[in-house]
């Protein structure tokens, strides 16, 4: 039983230590953008939508040998964001929806199908996670070719940035800079420690306890992982702003269905075709749709918070059936 919460404290402070680092990554690479004069939009593109924690946590386990929590952490993780996250907030007040592009949706349609194809071949995880990370560099190819078009700056105050940088200019120089680089490679290395420890505890729990690595993955772990957009989430109910957090939630399925995917299978490069991934694959469509025909309504009401919640719960009770 010791043996059990030692390992447990030790799965939850690594976590934290992820949690934390990737804050501290993010930010000091957001600085370094601006001192370089890199554009705001390229800064948006970099820092929304892109989930270090869960792209950690999946690709030490295909490289510890544990293809089902990296493929679960990836799936799990996605379908808790579009339910669990958007469901709570849609309970106190509807939301309004901006349109999304096909083109985002048309991308993770094609990562969708690209992972179902995955679990049918031999060596399905290494071929298909070439495919979806040549699919990401599409979307981000996309994605830049958009935002050197735009000129008007939607998620960024642009004069806080330049009064930011102004205040800045007395302190930027070479030992500046080289501050910046420093911190953002010890958050990274802080990120890889504390996303090793997350898969070695996972391990030994899973031995310790008999819970499957099926379960671990597509549960706990993609739990765990979401619990920075969770915390968003509730935070953005008081401030009654939860609609931007579409767009990057959008970033985050791409990334996540993509390029974690991608990098996770080729590593992995086997898995044995089972009913959980049948399943999640089915509950991740489901909710594309879901969220494909909301955008064109503009809307997220209560009704569809309800609906999303019950979806949570299906996946929850359903996932954890089929895998214990």
Request: net charge neutral.
């Amino acid at each position: 039983m010791i043996e059990i919460l030692i390992w447990l404290f030790i799965f939850f402070a690594s976590y934290l230590l992820i949690y934390f680092s990737v804050d501290f990554f993010l930010d000091n690479l957001k600085n370094l953008c601006l001192i370089l004069k890199i554009s705001p939009f390229v800064i948006g593109l970099l820092v929304l939508g892109i989930d270090p924690e869960e792209s950690i946590a999946s690709i030490l386990a295909a490289i510890n040998g544990l293809p089902f929590i990296a493929v679960g952490n990836v799936m799990g993780n996605s379908i808790i964001s579009l339910t669990f996250c958007f469901a709570l907030p849609a309970l106190f007040h509807d939301i309004d929806l901006k349109s999304i592009s096909n083109f985002y949706f048309i991308i993770i349609y094609s990562c969708l199908a690209a992972i179902l194809l995955s679990f049918l071949f031999c060596f399905g995880l290494f071929i298909f996670g070439i495919i979806t990370l040549i699919i990401y560099l599409i979307y981000l190819l996309n994605s830049l070719n958009i935002l050197s078009k735009k000129r008007r700056i939607d998620l960024l105050d642009m004069n806080e940035l330049e009064e930011q940088i102004r205040s800045w200019n007395k302190e930027i120089n070479n030992k500046f800079k080289l501050k910046k680089i420093i911190y953002i490679i010890l958050a990274f290395c802080l990120i890889l420690v504390g996303g090793e420890f997350l898969i070695l505890s996972a391990e030994n729990i899973m031995v310790l306890t008999g819970l499957s690595e099926a379960f671990f993955g597509f549960i706990i772990i993609a739990f765990v992982t979401n619990a920075e957009e969770i915390t968003l989430i509730f935070k953005s109910i008081k401030k009654k702003s939860v609609e931007i957090g579409m767009g990057a939630m959008i970033g985050k399925v791409i990334w996540n269905l993509s390029f974690t995917y991608g990098i996770s299978g080729i590593i992995a490069m086997v898995i044995n075709l089972s009913m959980v991934l049948i399943v999640n694959w089915l509950f991740l469509f489901g909710l594309i749709i879901f969220y494909q025909v909301k955008s064109r309504t503009h809307s997220l009401t209560r009704m569809d918070g309800v609906i999303l919640l019950i979806i949570f719960i299906g996946f929850i009770i359903l996932t954890t059936l089929i895998t214990i």
